[in-house]
């Protein structure tokens, strides 16, 4: 069983910035498929970015420019930077680990935009 720990959320901003971590408790972590998912109140669980095991990277259109996902193998870690937030950004925060068709998901971390 794979664990997910995410970290990094908080109170910001709008125009702020945060730096959303997810650690992985698997040493085959680099070739995993890596995700961060996001979801508001009353709202479903929707797709923010990816990377692939190869480094590979895709961005729902509502982040890009403003978001960077990345991956650090050798600590078993996904990034997600998010910069310039707005107030449509408050959600929850998951992080996704996909391998060999199997879902694993951590447990979430809150974001909250607001001044």
């Known amino acids: 069983q794979v664990q997910l720990v995410e970290s990094g959320g908080g109170l910001v901003q709008p125009g702020g910035s945060l730096r959303l971590s997810c650690a992985a408790s698997t040493s085959l972590f680099s070739i995993y498929g890596m995700s961060w998912y996001r979801q508001a109140p009353g709202k479903q669980r929707k797709l923010v970015a990816y990377i692939a095991p190869g480094g590979t990277t895709n961005y729902a259109d509502s982040v890009k420019g403003r978001f960077t996902i990345s991956r650090d193998n050798a600590k078993r870690t996904v990034y997600l930077q998010m910069n310039n937030l707005k107030p449509e950004d408050t959600a929850l925060y998951y992080c996704?680990?996909?391998?060999?068709?199997?879902?694993?998901w951590g447990q979430g971390t809150q974001v909250t935009v607001s001044s």
């Open positions: 996704k680990g996909v391998r060999q068709g199997y879902d694993y």
